[in-house]
């Protein structure tokens, strides 16, 4: 056997479950329309919640960043890549999140894989919800700590975690997601807090899908919850709502001085390019200007979900914009998204691992960018196509 015929074997196991897939190749900018294949495709599969991927104030100001600070860092933060945009990032962040101190790195994912390991160490406790981001169990995989997995927004089963093993650690670290991906619902933070204060533990929310889309203006959901200054590590992406690309960590100015010496990725990976800070910095300032930009994206939510739910279609139990549309086997997942992308709708299907065997859906995603009639015709379109497969009536 070649040495690599277990590869293509896997391969056409993936085929043979119906689930290979062939990446869509995007032929303009990410917007509420996309350009797939020479079509016009109406765009529910990005996490470009308020339009701003494609914003000119945002193109305006990454092209004005180029002409004056280049196109790349250069370097690692902790060297000569500290800009004065990811300075200036930096402090627009935290009077916006209105948290003492804030950290960029390069993702939402670095965050995660480098803040977790940094902040505990052998002889503390992370517990960690059932459905955190795969991002989230790869930074506690890489931490010293031990693990502890409680059922997803079980109060009762993290209370037993905490009250039977926290008397054994130093610390304890509770981290959830704000909003769940997949499903689109939320946290019960205040739960969480109560909790963590009754057992003096930390708190760690992933607020990915949050940020820019619940609280004043996308504030967050510790924000949307009225929590501030009661959770200890707050994460925050910079490439979904604020449409462009980055994360940060919202904390105290004390770990924000010891990520900048622990942190491997902003340690041993570039700093963000300027044109992605200086556009950045332009989103963040839109949305402390006004709040149009979340009002449009929950009207066309509750839009769009009312919609579908009047057809018969399960769209689960999202309190977000996100709108899962559950199918169920991964084949007929796979095969209802194949027929929304040749009707003119693309949403990506999504199916084990990301999900449990026998709970494939197809995930919706609304924008502020979307109009009336989008939704319209999306909404007819998964009408025919959900008759047809016999997803509804």
Partial sequence: MAKLDYIEQWVATLKDEGVFRTLPVLEGPCDAHIRLGGRDIINLSSNNYLGLANHPRLKAAATEAIAQYGVGAGSVRTIVGNSILLERLESTLAAFKEEEAVICFQSGLNCNIGTIQAIVDKGDLIVSDALNHASIIDGVRLS??????????????????????????????????????????????????????????????????????????????????????????????????????????????????????????????????????????????????????????????RYFKAGLEKLGFDIGISQTPITPVMIGAEAQTMAFSKALLEAGVFVSGIVFPTVPKGRGRVRAMVSAAHTRDDLDQAIDVFAKVGKTLGVIA
């Avoid at 619940?214 to 924000?223: M, N, P, Q, Y």
């Fill in 144 to 301: 010293k700590a031990d693990k502890a997995v409680y059922r997803h927004n079980d109060m009762a089963h993290l209370e037993d975690i905490l009250k039977t093993r926290r008397a054994d650690y130093r610390n304890v670290l509770i981290i959830t997601d704000g909003v769940f991906s997949m499903d689109g619902d939320l946290a019960l933070l205040p739960d969480i807090v109560r909790l963590a204060k009754h057992y003096d533990a930390l708190t760690y929310v992933d607020d990915a899908h949050g940020s820019g889309v619940l609280g004043r203006s996308g504030r967050g959901t510790v924000d949307h919850f009225g929590l501030h200054g009661e959770i200890d590590f707050i994460i925050g992406t910079l490439s979904k709502a604020i449409g462009v690309v980055g994360g940060y960590v919202a904390t105290k100015q004390s770990v924000k001085d010891w990520l900048l010496h622990r942190a491997r990725p902003l340690l041993f990976s570039t700093a963000p390019p300027p044109a992605a800070t200086a556009a950045t910095i332009t989103a963040v300032e839109m949305l402390m200007e006004s709040e149009a930009y979340t009002q449009k994206l929950w009207e066309n939510a």
